[in-house]
Every structure is written in C-alpha cells, then in structure tokens.
C-alpha cells in the first residue's frame, strides 16, 4: 500500500510535468534562481567551481522530539565531482546528541540539456559515530546510495530518486522519491515532495523556499509540514531549512 501511494504521488507530479512542459514550452531557457535547494529529495546538481554551500534543516515532531542536520558541500575542484559530509543530531526525550556521520561523493554523469535531464548519483559512507544505546545511531558502519534525475518544464523542475541504505546485520532500505517544484516569482518557490521507504513509510511533505542573491552570496530560507504514513497511522511534523552559499576565497 505504501508503495502504491507513493506510485500515485509521482503519477500526479508526472500529469503536472506533462501539462507544464505543453503550456510554456518557451520558458525552459529561463535560467531558475533556486535549484538546489529541496528539503527531502535530492537534486541531480553538483555545487559549481568556487562555491561551497552549508545547508541546516532542523525538524519538530509531534511529540515534542526534534532532529536536525547540517551538510556542507564542496566541489572538487568543479562540478563534475563533489566532496560533502552531513552531520545529523537528534532530542528524542530520553537522550540527545549527535547521529551517524555521512561522508558523501556525488559525480555530475550528465548535465541538463533541452533534451534530457541532469544525472547525479551518490554514494555516501556512514559511519557510526552515534550512541547506538541512546537511539542515536545504528552502531555499524553502512553505505547509503542515491540515483538523483532532475528536468525543467517551464515554470515546473520535477525531481526524482531512486536510493538504497545498506547496514550489514541492522537494516537493508530501498526507496523512492519525486518532488514538484512550481516558480511563482524568481526567487520564491512552491514544493511538493514525496518519500516512500518500500513496503515501510511515506512521507508527503508542501512546502515553500524563499531566497536572497546578496553578491556573490545566496541565502535560501523555506518550510514544509512532513506529514508521515507508518505503522497504519499519519504523523505531521513541521520542517525548516536555512542554506547560505558563498565563494571559496
């Protein structure tokens, strides 16, 4: 059922894809101010030649418990090849701290062409830096892997992900994902994401992004209330993320 559900979420990002794609066809060439910068569904851009971007996302349950992340993205030395590390944290009620480290590499296969889309995949190596007994990590060490596809349709970037954690004796996790991305002003976009663990949970998360072109630097600012099908029930949760890119030098 889970897998189904998320199967529909696509299909209906696909529908909007189609319909953007046949009404302003003329508007794939307008260059986006805001292209990386998605919540929970990954993108298929590396950071360009120069740049590096820190990216915090900081979630709150229901219940009170919170987690948060900070990621931040290097490239090396181009595009073509990027070097970043996320480190997660977490209060669940009974123990806070610090979760398992990712170190991630990311190589651009293919750029964004009129005719294509970008390719990025990723693996990432997880290491068990968090205290297993707490709840914090997994106390093995993992790979998580990530095939990341992005397109432009006008006023429209759909994204999707195809993705596999592996955590030799403690879990084995295939997913899949898709997110809709609607320009409503230059600097200000609509999200619709999708996240579904197979025959495990789903998450369907709107939301919203603003962001700032200061210089050389770009701040992005945005929400989306998560709201998480498992064990036979849903749980909302309210998501925010602050990103701020700047130069190397």
Known sequence: MIAARLMLA???????????????????????EIVDNSFLV?????????????????TLGRDGAWSGNFTQEWPM?????QLSYSIPFAATGDASG?????????????????????????VSLILPTGREADGLGSGTTGLDMNLPVSKQFGDLYVHGNVGYTWLPGVDHTARIAGSGIWRVQPMLNLLLEAVGAIDDSLTLSPGFRRGWNIGER?????????????ARRWTPALLTYFSYELPLR
């Not at 030395?77 to 090849?81: I, T, Y």
Request: proline share 6%; net charge neutral.
């Open 218 to 230: 770009q701040i992005v600012v945005g929400a989306a209330v998560p709201v998480t099908r498992a």
């Open 77 to 81: 030395p181009g595009v073509r090849h």
């Open 42 to 58: 990954e993108e298929a851009f590396n950071q360009e030649a120069g740049i590096f971007q820190n990216i915090f996302t900081w």
């Open 98 to 122: 610090f979760g398992d480290v990712l170190l991630n590499y990311r190589y651009q296969l293919r750029d964004e062409t009129a005719g294509g889309p970008a390719i990025s995949p990723r």
């Open 10 to 32: 696509l299909s209906l990002l696909a529908y909007c894809e189609r319909a953007a794609a046949q009404s302003t066809p003329t508007d794939s060439s307008r260059k986006w």
